[in-house]
């Protein structure tokens, strides 16, 4: 019983340093792992698997803890990384970029274990905890490279095929037959997340060369890139052939799980061919002594001085950094804006047809269906619904970002994009635009929109993304989505998108600039 209570009492006290560095930390870094976890509980996305990861690395964590019996002492060379990792989160706040702040949450990690265990016994524990790296959201940066890819990758495979088609970015046109969107959930990034992942896991049970380690990492990638290109070429394909009719184009998750799990055949026979291995034998044979735990080399006393700065440094952050003070607002305001008049009468409603953009969290919104009074003049009824919408961001923090996969521009279970065209603004500015059909109605809707970033134009999600760091250097903070939409039964779309956006950009770019331009 002495040496039980012994025993535990040497645990605790070796426990201590860790766990009152961690919780320092974790309130420093709250926010972050929040929206971290929030992204794990949607489960139609790319960081579903979130959960069951973290499992893993607890499991893969407390077995190497067991296996290597730590010793805990205080190595101040790593406080350096440790501090770089800290002042690149820091960074990240003070620049609005939610990205860098998510990215530097496992090095900091990381980053307490070697502080306080050193290169000799941290080096066990890089593998359980860096496993999380492939549940933080910051891989969606990988998606629209994914994504051109997979059409490249389905450009050549049609071409083989005796299909007439056209590419148009991410769009596959099949002529007479319908259009594909290669969108965001079609990227295969899921496929690679969890590729890479069961690689990783794989090799640190049962492979102990870094090389083997290497080459199934390598293949878990190859192995899910082509799982999704299959998929999203059998989708096409079929959907040639049945003349858009096949099942496939609805359930093409499930579909592409399927395929996915085929390609872990292949994966997992080469991982044995790897764990048998003549060099993966001798490596099980030799360093009989890397087991051994690494001495403690610094002593009691300085053990509680790293601790203490373990847990001042992040506290000391927490309250130097800006982002206590970015609240959320549970209602946006109204952007003060007024486009009825003489030409444009208002319908009462904030939709278009059913159809409206899932944006999240603005701080200043304008919403508004108009009719035109000209064509009501010249035809009998209301031939055409029209929409402008404004969505704004007086700064951008973490949860209310212009860019964030929340922020869509329709819901794809309902509309299908059918074509991609630009629309011209005035003063050289260009929009996207885009066609919808109704899934089950198959009325059609037209859309152009753009964002606005601190004064610059962008269309391109990634750009807009990066455009916001210049509100570090300038005065200006702001972002907003500008929405225009047409429903007009068999018009040109296009052409009543310009004459719409000719008619009102003028007036709504005047109003976002008086309201935010200093």
Request: aromatic residues 12%; charged residues 20%; neutral net charge.
């Amino acid at each position: 019983m002495p040496n039980e209570r012994t025993q535990s009492i040497h645990v605790l006290r070796n426990t201590i340093p860790f766990a009152l560095s961690l919780l320092a930390l974790g309130w420093l870094i709250f926010p972050t792992v929040q929206g971290i976890v929030s992204r794990w509980f949607k489960f139609d996305e790319s960081y579903s698997h979130g959960l069951l990861l973290l499992a893993v690395s607890l499991f893969l964590t407390v077995r190497t803890c067991l296996r290597y019996r730590v010793q805990p002492g205080f190595y101040p060379l790593w406080l350096i990384p440790f501090l770089l990792a800290l002042i690149g989160y820091g960074l990240g706040d003070i620049l609005r970029i939610q990205a860098v702040q998510q990215i530097v949450v496992v090095p900091l990690l990381l980053g307490v274990l070697a502080v306080f265990m050193g290169w000799r016994q941290v080096r066990h524990f890089i593998v359980p905890v860096g496993l999380l790296i492939f549940t933080v959201p910051v891989w969606d940066f990988l998606s629209w490279t994914l994504q051109v890819i997979t059409v490249e990758i389905n450009r050549v495979l049609l071409g083989l095929m005796d299909i007439e088609f056209r590419v148009e970015g991410v769009f596959v046109y099949l002529i007479g037959v319908g259009t594909f969107e290669v969108a965001h959930g079609c990227s295969g990034l899921r496929y690679l997340l969890v590729g890479q992942s069961l690689s990783v896991i794989y090799g640190e049970l049962n492979l102990r060369r870094l090389r083997s380690r290497i080459i199934m990492f390598c293949c878990g990638v190859l192995f899910a890139l082509i799982a999704n290109w299959i998929r999203v070429f059998v989708i096409i394909y079929m959907g040639y052939e049945t003349n858009m009719q096949t099942s496939l184009i609805d359930d093409h998750d499930n579909f592409g799980w399927w395929v996915f799990a085929a390609t872990l055949v292949p994966l997992f026979l080469i991982g044995r061919m790897l764990e048998t291995s003549a060099g993966e034998q001798m490596g099980a044979l030799g360093n009989p002594g890397g087991d051994q735990p690494a001495p403690d080399q610094s002593g009691r006393p300085r053990t509680v001085v790293g601790t203490v700065l373990m847990v001042v440094l992040p506290l000391l952050f927490w309250v130097l950094l800006p982002s206590a003070e970015r609240k959320i607002s549970s209602e946006p305001a109204q952007l003060d804006l007024r486009l009825d008049g003489e030409r444009f009468g208002p319908l009462f409603s904030n939709s278009l047809e059913g159809w409206r953009p899932q944006v999240r969290n603005p701080d200043r919104v304008y919403v508004q269906t108009l009719f035109d009074r000209q064509r009501i003049k010249r035809e009998q009824g209301l031939p055409e619904q029209l929409l402008v919408s404004v969505y704004s961001y007086d700064y951008q923090r973490h949860s209310a970002e212009l860019i964030q996969y929340s922020n869509r521009l329709y819901d794809r279970d309902r509309w299908h994009p059918e074509d991609v065209f630009s629309v011209a603004a005035p003063g050289s500015v260009s929009l996207r635009g885009v066609t919808l059909r109704d899934r089950v109605s198959g009325e059609r809707l037209h859309l152009a929109y753009s964002y606005y970033v601190e004064g610059i134009w962008e269309t391109d999600d990634l750009k807009a993304k990066l455009t916001q760091i210049r509100g570090f250097i300038q005065p200006r903070e702001d972002a907003s989505w500008i929405i225009y939409g047409v429903a007009c039964g068999d018009c040109n779309g296009s052409e009543r998108l310009e004459e719409l956006v000719s008619s009102t950009f003028g007036k709504v770019v005047e109003r976002i600039n008086q309201h935010y331009a200093p």
